[in-house]
């Protein structure tokens, strides 16, 4: 597991097994997946622990990252299967914390509670 921007949350997560392009897929002004063919369409990703394999698109995805977090939208965390340096500058950007495990990512479902503390010797733990 790669910590890449460090934090302390607990949520309910969110998992996408399709990549997400935040600055063509994400509305930054309410969190909601909006591109029709995306599996979360239409689901919000705020004050989610978002779990996904990895962004695509331009570096202007950072910038939309930073700012669902300016507009109060964004989800708590990210936990990605591998990086990509559009989401990791847009979390370090927005404080969001970031967690990077290929293994973790098969075993993470929709609607499992977590916590996140990325302090601790295990930083993700099951509620």
């Known amino acids: 597991m790669k910590i890449l921007v460090q934090g302390k949350t607990q949520g309910t997560i969110l998992k996408s097994n399709t990549p997400i392009n935040f600055l063509g897929t994400v509305d930054k002004k309410t969190g909601i997946i909006s591109d029709k063919n995306h599996e979360l369409y239409n689901k919000s990703i705020k004050n989610s622990i978002l779990v996904f394999p990895s962004g695509v698109g331009s ?3 950072a910038y939309t990252i930073y700012s ?14 591998k990086a ?14 970031l ?10 479902q929709t609607g499992q509670k977590i916590s996140l503390d990325t302090d601790t010797s295990n930083p993700l733990t099951l509620l």
């Open 84 to 97: 990509d340096l559009t989401v990791a500058t847009g979390c370090a950007l927005a404080n969001i914390p």
């Open 59 to 61: 570096s202007v995805g």
């Open 99 to 108: 967690l990077v495990d290929d293994k973790l990512f098969s075993s993470l």
């Open 68 to 81: 669902i977090k300016s507009n109060d939208t964004a989800p708590l965390a990210m936990i990605c299967q």
